[in-house]
Structures are given as structure tokens and as C-alpha cells.
């Protein structure tokens, strides 16, 4: 009996040691390297099993060959707005100041696609916005973009060919490398916004329609998402949102959320709002700073000034990390960062 409990104890103390070692790493791709800048969106996050998931490619890319990227498997969109498919990239590394990075146009296809297209990437998102940048991606590839296959509820990563997953809210796609016990869950959740489709990326037609009155096309509801990782890591990812309930029902309570990465935008989100979605609703361990709208940052520190400063006061129990591009976090399955911050 004696001997039972003691093999019992030394087999948590391994599992222990393993578990520590396995952390998801975070990697914020902003439009200057050590500081967390206006237009920053693009986040990078790798699994313990080797998946990669480039969450939002923003407008801080250089192009879809930017050396921060390397292996990208899978794709993340939120919604369509230019600053997050990608209708603009940097025009060089740094270029322009950290309030105002300096763009130029991603072309007529937009970021979302040449990178998926580059990389070779499984594409998850809702349909309506998967068809529109799987028929970017053909513009560019030649070749169509199908359903990712699916082996047993997941898809095996990386993929044979660039494909599209079957989405719409609530539906969930696991990304799995092969040798993996387990995959990266991918679920869209809701997002209290809007998601017009960047004019830049319409064809001729459409944007003359839409132009003489004023109006969009919207490619379906805006989105989060909510990705469990193998280690337990569960990221709340929340896109572009105002508050709403849901980020307690579904995120909080089914999902349990043990870290955010969340939107500041001024025309989004208040600061009030933000911190009541932290403390109240959703009540992860952390929350990543993200879409901050103005150099939040000098020096790598953090501005007094800044909008994240007056939100970090508010916050109880939930500690804030700032997204400083280039900086790799990691995370452990209990939404703690424990390197990098
Ligand atoms: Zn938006
Ligand atoms: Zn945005």
C-alpha cells in the first residue's frame, strides 16, 4: 500500500516536470520591434505539439516572406476590416513611428491571402469570409482551395495543400500535427461589431456599387475565437468587440478561458467596459494588451499616459502582459506567463 502511493506521488511529480515544460509561446509580429505600437494585430502562437497559428495578419507585415513569420500552418480572421485582413502591409521593417507605422497597399488580394497562400496554411474562419479569401488565394495560386480533410475531427497539420476550414460561429476546427496525442480546438465565438470588408480588397464592380451609396459589404457576423491548446492553455482571442454577455455564458462559463487577448480600440471598447469584461465576465488569469490604437510604449515601458495604463488599474485578480512585438511570452496551461514578460 505504502509502495502504491509512493510510485502514485513520484508519477504527479513527473507529469509535473513535463507540464512546465510545456508551454504555448506567443509572439506579437508589430510594426516596431520592442514596443507595442498602434497598429499591431499580428500574433503568432505555437503549441507545445509544433502547430503554429497566425492569429489577425494586420497591417504590420513587411509581405507574406516577413522573416518574423516561418512556419505558419494555420490562419486566423476575426473579421474584415482592413487593419485585420491585411488591405495594407509596412513599407519596411520599422518604417514610419509607433503611433503612425508607414503602409503601403497589399494589392488587390490582401494580406490574409498571400500569406495563407505563401505559407501553404489551412485557413480557419467563418464560410462567408473563408470563400472570399479562398478565392483571393486562388487569384493568386491558380489552383482552388478546398475543405481542409479531416482525420478523425482534426486536420492534420501541415497540410497537403491550402484549404479552408467549415466554419460559421460556434463550430470548432482542430489543428493537429501528426505525431500529437491531441490538436489545437479552434472555436469561432461572437463579437460585438461589425465586419465590412475592406473597399480595396472588392472587385471594381462592387466597390462602384457600394461607393455611390455610402455602404459596405459585410462578409457575414464579425468573430473571437476561443483556441485550447494541449497544455490546457485556453485564449480567448476576442477579435474586434464591444462588451457583451457572452463573454461570461460562453467564454467564461463553457469555455474557461484562462487567457485574453483583447481589443482596446477606441471606437470598439471602453475603458470601464474592458475592465469589466476582465474582472466580471470573462476572469482569465491574463490578458494580453492588443489593438491598442496609439504607442503604448517608449522604450519597451509603458506609457503613463496610455489607455492600457489606466486599464491595468482597474483590473483585479487579472494580470496584464503587454504585446511587445517580437517578444516571445510563454504561457502555461494555467494562463500564467512564465517567460518573456
Ligand atoms: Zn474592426
Ligand atoms: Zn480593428
Known amino acids: 500500500m505504502k509502495l502504491v502511493s509512493l510510485g502514485a506521488s513520484c508519477m504527479l511529480a513527473s507529469f509535473a516536470s513535463i507540464a512546465t515544460a510545456q508551454n504555448v509561446k506567443i509572439t506579437p509580429l508589430g510594426s516596431h520591434d520592442g514596443e507595442l505600437c498602434a497598429s499591431d494585430r499580428a500574433t503568432l502562437f505555437e503549441d507545445p505539439t509544433g502547430v503554429r497559428i497566425l492569429y489577425d495578419v494586420g497591417q504590420t507585415l513587411t509581405g507574406a516572406d516577413d522573416p518574423r513569420l516561418g512556419t505558419v500552418h494555420v490562419v486566423l480572421l476575426s473579421h474584415a476590416h482592413g487593419d485585420h485582413i491585411g488591405d495594407r502591409k509596412l513599407k519596411a521593417a520599422g518604417a514610419g513611428s509607433c503611433g503612425a507605422p508607414e503602409t503601403v497597399s497589399a494589392g488587390a488580394n490582401g494580406m490574409t491571402a498571400e500569406v495563407a497562400a505563401a505559407k501553404g496554411a489551412a485557413i480557419a474562419m467563418t464560410t462567408d469570409m473563408g470563400v472570399f479569401v479562398a478565392t483571393k488565394i486562388q487569384k493568386i495560386t491558380g489552383k482552388p ?13 501541415p497540410v497537403a495543400a491550402v484549404c479552408r476550414s467549415n466554419t460559421h460561429l460556434g463550430a470548432a ?7 500529437a496525442a491531441q490538436g489545437v480546438e479552434i472555436t469561432i465565438v461572437y463579437a460585438s461589431h461589425a465586419n465590412n470588408v475592406a473597399p480595396s480588397l472588392l472587385s471594381d464592380a462592387q466597390r462602384a456599387l457600394h461607393d455611390a451609396d455610402g455602404s459596405g459589404l459585410a462578409l457575414g457576423p464579425p468573430t473571437g475565437f476561443v483556441v485550447k491548446f494541449t497544455n490546457g492553455l485556453t485564449a480567448y482571442l476576442s477579435g474586434d468587440t464591444g462588451i457583451h454577455s457572452e463573454m461570461k455564458t460562453v467564454v467564461h462559463d463553457y469555455h474557461k478561458a484562462n487567457l485574453a487577448q483583447f481589443n482596446l480600440g477606441t471606437s470598439a471598447i471602453t475603458v470601464n467596459s474592458v475592465a469589466y469584461a476582465m474582472n466580471d465576465l470573462v476572469r482569465p488569469a491574463s490578458v494580453i494588451y492588443s489593438h491598442v490604437n496609439e504607442a503604448v510604449t517608449e522604450g519597451g515601458k509603458l506609457k503613463p499616459t496610455a489607455r492600457a495604463a489606466a486599464i491595468s488599474k482597474l483590473l483585479k485578480g487579472v494580470t496584464p502582459q503587454l504585446a511587445i512585438s517580437g517578444r516571445t511570452m510563454e504561457f502555461d496551461g494555467a494562463g500564467k506567463c512564465v517567460a518573456g514578460c
Open 145 to 157: 482551395v478546398g475543405l481542409c480533410p479531416q482525420t478523425g475531427g482534426a486536420t492534420i497539420v
Open 173 to 179: 476546427f482542430v489543428a493537429k500535427t501528426a505525431n
